[in-house]
């Protein structure tokens, strides 16, 4: 069984600065990390997490970090409401939808003044970005997704989304509510029994679940549980995506039935054993070798001196991009998902 890396998120000062943006439809916290004259990249975290808690263990791992850190200005968006220290949103708001947070990206980009963005999320933050691409396409560089939604809830889903919403009305953010969100990131070998204790990444999401506004995080339930099915339109996506999966993620049906969905020609999908939905926290190791392939065809590099660097001036532009590195052979990937303990390993 791979290893999990521990990041314990609450000894780690948030680095960047936060921006409150406001949108037609409210604030929202973004906190940018980097040189914001480098291109972009935009994260948005799965249910009830802000970065710290959904991406910090990718950025933390030296090597992820020094790829991404190098060519990148980093903007974490948080969904409305889930930045540490938010206030308790009113009863009596408006309730959001998927729509409204995807229309608040193109927004937070204006603001910003950017143009053309890499994006990167996580299941439920995976469907908000894709559903972002789909409907501003210009805007979009490419799709990095993690154990990503594109289907309308599955009943499964929807009752234990709904389950949690009622839960978090009437009681807060209690024990159930935690234990239902943990199932949904972690695989079992990290969650722990009654023979073995949850690991240190599980403890540490506890604890940063518990800072979330209850209401808050409804919100967002319910615009997630509300979500259309997008299948459809996947095809016409003209960007390229990367998808990786924990083999033990709940989603895993759903990131096999969005990668049928997308162009063979310009996506890609990794599937992590022994891994649950979050691999960015659980297993963020896995992502280092594909995303350093699928970085080189804009451009990007990981090292200066690397025989394989190219000049990052203008990533943006489809020119920079071979033709060549737009299949998954060039970016070192199997068309099949790639089971692998050590993604290294297999590429």
């Known amino acids: 069984m791979a290893e999990s890396v521990f990041v314990d998120v609450d000894s780690i000062p948030l ?43 990718l950025f933390v791992y030296q090597e992820a970090f020094s790829l991404l850190l190098r060519n990148f200005c980093i903007y974490h968006i948080s969904p409305p409401g889930h930045e540490s220290g938010a206030a308790p949103a009113s009863p009596d708001e408006v309730p959001i939808t998927a729509d409204d947070l995807a229309d608040q990206i193109v927004e937070i980009l204006n603001y910003f003044g950017l143009r053309t963005v ?35 809830p599955s009943w499964t889903e929807w009752f234990c989304n709904k389950l949690m919403s009622s839960i ?32 240190d990444i599980v403890k540490s999401c506890r604890r940063s679940l518990c800072e979330r506004q209850s209401y808050n995080v409804l919100r967002y339930i319910d615009a997630i549980n509300g979500r259309p099915d997008i299948s459809d339109g996947l095809w016409k ?16 049906h759903e990131a096999l039935h969005m990668t049928s969905k997308l162009d063979r020609r310009l996506s890609a999908l990794v ?19 594909p995303l350093e392939y699928f970085l080189m065809g804009y451009g990007f590099h990981k090292q200066q001196n690397s025989l394989l660097s190219v000049s990052p001036r203008s990533p943006l532009s489809p020119t920079s ?20 303990t050590r993604i290294q390993e297999e590429v």
């Open 15 to 57: 680095a960047g600065k936060e921006h409150i943006v406001k949108t037609s439809t409210g604030n929202v916290s973004v906190v940018t990390l980097g040189d914001r004259e480098k291109p972009a990249l935009i994260t948005y975290p799965d249910l009830s997490l802000n970065h710290t808690s959904c991406f910090q263990g």
């Open 118 to 152: 890499m994006c990167l999320g996580v299941t439920a933050g995976a469907y908000i970005i894709t559903l972002f691409a789909l409907k501003y396409s210009g805007r979009v560089m490419g799709l990095i997704l993690v154990s990503p939604l594109c289907r309308s």
């Open 168 to 199: 978090l009305y009437l009681c807060g953010m209690c024990g159930v509510v935690q234990e239902l969100l943990l199932r949904r990131y972690f695989s079992k070998a990290v969650l722990g029994n009654i023979d073995v204790p949850e690991s």
């Open 237 to 252: 996506l003209k960007c390229r995506s990367l998808i990786f999966v924990g083999e033990n993620s709940s989603f895993h």
């Open 271 to 289: 599937e992590v054993q022994s891994c649950g939905s979050m691999v960015t926290q659980e297993q963020p190791d896995a992502m280092l070798m």
């Open 321 to 340: 991009i071979s033709p060549e590195l737009f299949s998954p052979e060039s970016m070192g990937l199997k068309l099949k998902p790639i089971k692998t």
